[in-house]
């Protein structure tokens, strides 16, 4: 793309943080979405509950990625929490989009946050960006969080939906609480191990969104690596990695009386596959789990 000027919500969060340093790296200008006063020159106050963008801080923007929402884990699922988790993401997409529309020229592509957990739990169907869309309160908001950013569509933007899975990281995410676990060895698998994990480096989220501003592709993009695997042996996989035993197993009754309703979505199977990406000539850095594991034990 050359260096553009790229506007980010939830630069602070785990794939943000990444994305924006890398966004620098390549040359570009990036703008940063904040809900407080700014502090940065680089920064641009937004209030998703109120519906307002400080529109003067977006001029000239090329194109947006929209990570912003509450944590999916981040607390117990109580009705107000599931509230915070849709609202978040509906009420932070719509707000984005209509600003995004009222510019002048209209930025050329957004790259709007989804989730695997569009899809449900699934078993061993295989999943690409034309299956249907799944059940459970995690499907219900992906469907709703996405079709906020039609409009943005609809307006002449191209919209591509970074359909994310499980992001591999050792500071952060579903992985950041595993990891501590697994160098005690204490992890292993979760439930019956049999379910499938859509995984992805955090090095291939961030250069397949990066990927996804400068190419043209729209619609559902699945942003998971071509390998994905049963939560048990990726466990096992990883704990040889970092040589320690991934034996010891939490049964889903326990998950449930730890994690309550969210229980369920952890221990959903998902074998979703990145078609999309692929056929757009995406090369991931980290295709298979060994060379994942790796990368994560060198990063921890």
Known sequence: MGG??????????????????????SGHE????????????????WDPERGTVDLDGLAGVDGAVHLAGAGVGDHRWTDDYKRQIRDSRVLGTRTLVEALTKLDPLPRVL????????????????????????????????????????????????????????VMSPTGGAFGRLLPLLKLGVAGPLGNGRQWWPWITLEDETAALEFLLDKDVEGPVNLSAPNP???????????????RPALLPAPAIALRAVLGEFAADVLASQRMLPKALLDAGFSFRHPDLDSAAEWLRAQS
């Open 4 to 25: 553009v000027k790229i506007v980010v919500t939830g630069a602070s969060g785990l794939i943000g943080t990444a994305l924006v340093t890398r966004l620098h790296a």
């Open 30 to 45: 990036v703008v940063r979405l904040v809900r407080r006063p700014p502090r940065a020159g680089d920064e641009v106050r």
């Open 111 to 166: 790259v709007s946050g989804s989730a695997v957990g569009y899809y449900g739990s699934r078993g061993d169907e295989v999943l690409t960006e034309t299956s249907g869309a799944g059940e459970g309160f995690l499907a219900e908001v992906v469907h709703a969080w996405e079709a906020e950013a039609v409009p943005a569509a609809q307006a002449g933007i191209r919209v591509a939906y970074a359909r994310t899975g499980l």
């Open 229 to 243: 695997q049963r939560q048990g042996e990726l466990t096992k996989t990883l704990g040889r990695a970092f040589r």
